[in-house]
């Protein structure tokens, strides 16, 4: 199959690089031009495990080749993936749909002969029947069919969600769109991965729907650890209670300091924006959205309440500032709240990240950066583990408390037993689990009852 990918960036790139894999012929159509002359040089725009040596073999091979001309591209392709961002747009949190409809305008003058156009974005329920509207206005001749197929790829992970999904959506409106898209999944028939054919708006829904259900999970399960502090119970001994009911599941029941990333936090904006917009608010997912945004500053907060005396001229070291480990994506990590509600203690900040320091740059302000955990640490009234990356889960904890000014050790992802941290002399504090906290807590009670 011939198969255009407008847009390449992180999905682009990723659904581009597999296909060609797959065997299909793909090129990788962007407008930054600095970005395709990386890619046509070898270099690789995001960081992502294994991504660099995947895309390398196919362009060797002749599957895959980068461009900024479109209009070539289109004009013999079979299937037209649209890759483009979807942000959450400013001021009124609804889903940006400008690149979008500006790739289908230019998708639509550069058609010829029979295509299936898709929409790989992640887009509001009614996108594809308006990129449909906009290629027919702009070409009333084009014979074409407009598809959704929504990605459903974990960063750090990506390559072997899309060669080894849990399911393969596809919406359509037209039965001639299927056989094309049967054909550029068939490779996935020896996995026998699911693939579901539903109408297009169905599809659209879906993936807002199942982003914004791993967002709820996320979120009750920090609501949980907030209670297991109090009440002295372990978040982890009650998510492995709960997760091993089949109808729940274990995965997404990790407490730790919110959710961020490029999905979760503006998939769940646009759909709660969505469903006001046709009168069925969605109460559970407004709730979800607001208790993240609290638990981000919340950490902050609790690290200022770990650390012993003053902060104000202290150094805290970070350690983790992606959203989450495998990947350099910034946005809306939990790590830029939690730094800001220390900075705005006054408090200094070193951090440390196996990839993220680069992109942190452009949103955190006035943060040494160090080359190691230890670095990190080196004087430190606390370090803060925000992210798990694996190189932050076998610290020699002796070393961690011999080199800081206070062996303060704030694990917002409970890596490690806090019967551990405290041998190596550290002071230890979790999330959700007994210790120092439950500690804590009846102190506050006896205080409170006083």
Not at 162 to 168: A, G, H, L, N, T
Request: net charge negative.
């Amino acid at each position: 199959m011939r198969i255009v990918m407008i847009g390449s960036g992180y999905v682009g790139l990723v659904s581009g690089a597999c296909f060609a894999d797959f065997g299909h012929h793909v090129t990788c159509v962007d407008k930054d031009a600095n970005k395709i002359a990386r890619l046509k040089a070898g270099g690789i725009p995001i960081y992502e495990p294994g991504l660099d040596e995947l895309v390398a073999r196919n362009v060797a091979a002749g599957n895959l080749s980068f461009t900024t001309e479109l209009s070539e591209a289109v004009g013999t392709a079979d299937v037209v993936f649209i890759a483009v961002g979807t942000p959450s747009r400013r001021g009124d949190g609804h889903a940006d749909l400008s690149y979008v409809h500006g790739a289908a305008r230019e998708i639509a003058g550069a058609l010829n002969g029979f295509t299936v156009i898709v929409t790989k974005s992640t887009v509001p329920v009614g996108t594809g029947d308006e990129v449909e509207r906009i290629i027919r206005e702009c070409n009333p001749v084009a014979e074409f069919a407009v598809a959704s197929n929504p990605e459903f790829l974990r960063e750090g992970a990506a390559i072997e969600d899309f060669k080894r999904p849990d399911r393969v959506v596809i919406g359509i409106e037209d039965e001639r769109a299927r056989a094309p898209l049967e054909e550029v999944y068939r490779p996935l028939s020896l996995n026998r991965a699911p693939i579901l054919f539903t109408r297009r708006r169905t599809s659209e829904l879906t993936k807002y729907a199942a982003n914004a259900f791993l967002a709820m999970k996320i979120t009750y399960i920090n609501e949980i650890a907030e209670l297991c502090e109090r009440v002295g119970a372990d978040v982890q001994e009650v998510a492995r209670g709960i997760g091993l009911d089949n109808r729940i599941g274990s995965k997404f029941l990790n407490a730790g300091p919110g959710y961020g990333g490029s999905c979760f936090p503006k998939d769940t904006l646009a759909l709660m924006k969505t469903s006001q917009d046709y009168e069925t608010p969605l109460r559970l997912i407004e709730a979800t959205i607001a208790v993240n945004d609290q638990r981000k500053r919340a950490m902050g907060r609790k690290v200022l309440n770990a650390i012993a005396g003053p902060v104000r001229g202290r150094t805290v070291a970070v350690l983790g500032l992606t959203f989450k480990p495998n990947t350099d994506d910034m946005r809306d990590a939990p790590s830029i709240a939690i730094i800001q509600a220390l900075q705005d203690a006054g408090a200094k900040v070193r951090a440390y990240d196996p990839e993220g320091m680069a992109a942190s740059e452009a949103v955190l302000n006035n943060v040494d950066y160090a080359g190691s955990a230890y670095e990190a640490a080196e004087g430190a009234a606390a370090t803060v583990i925000v992210t798990e990356w694996d190189a932050f889960r076998a610290l020699d904890l002796k070393r961690l408390a011999g080199i800081m000014a206070d062996p303060l050790l704030v694990d917002l992802r409970n890596i490690y037993p806090p019967a551990r941290a405290e041998e190596a002399g550290l002071r230890y504090v979790s999330v959700g689990r007994p210790g120092k906290l439950e500690e804590d807590a009846e102190t506050s009670n006896e205080r409170q009852a006083a």
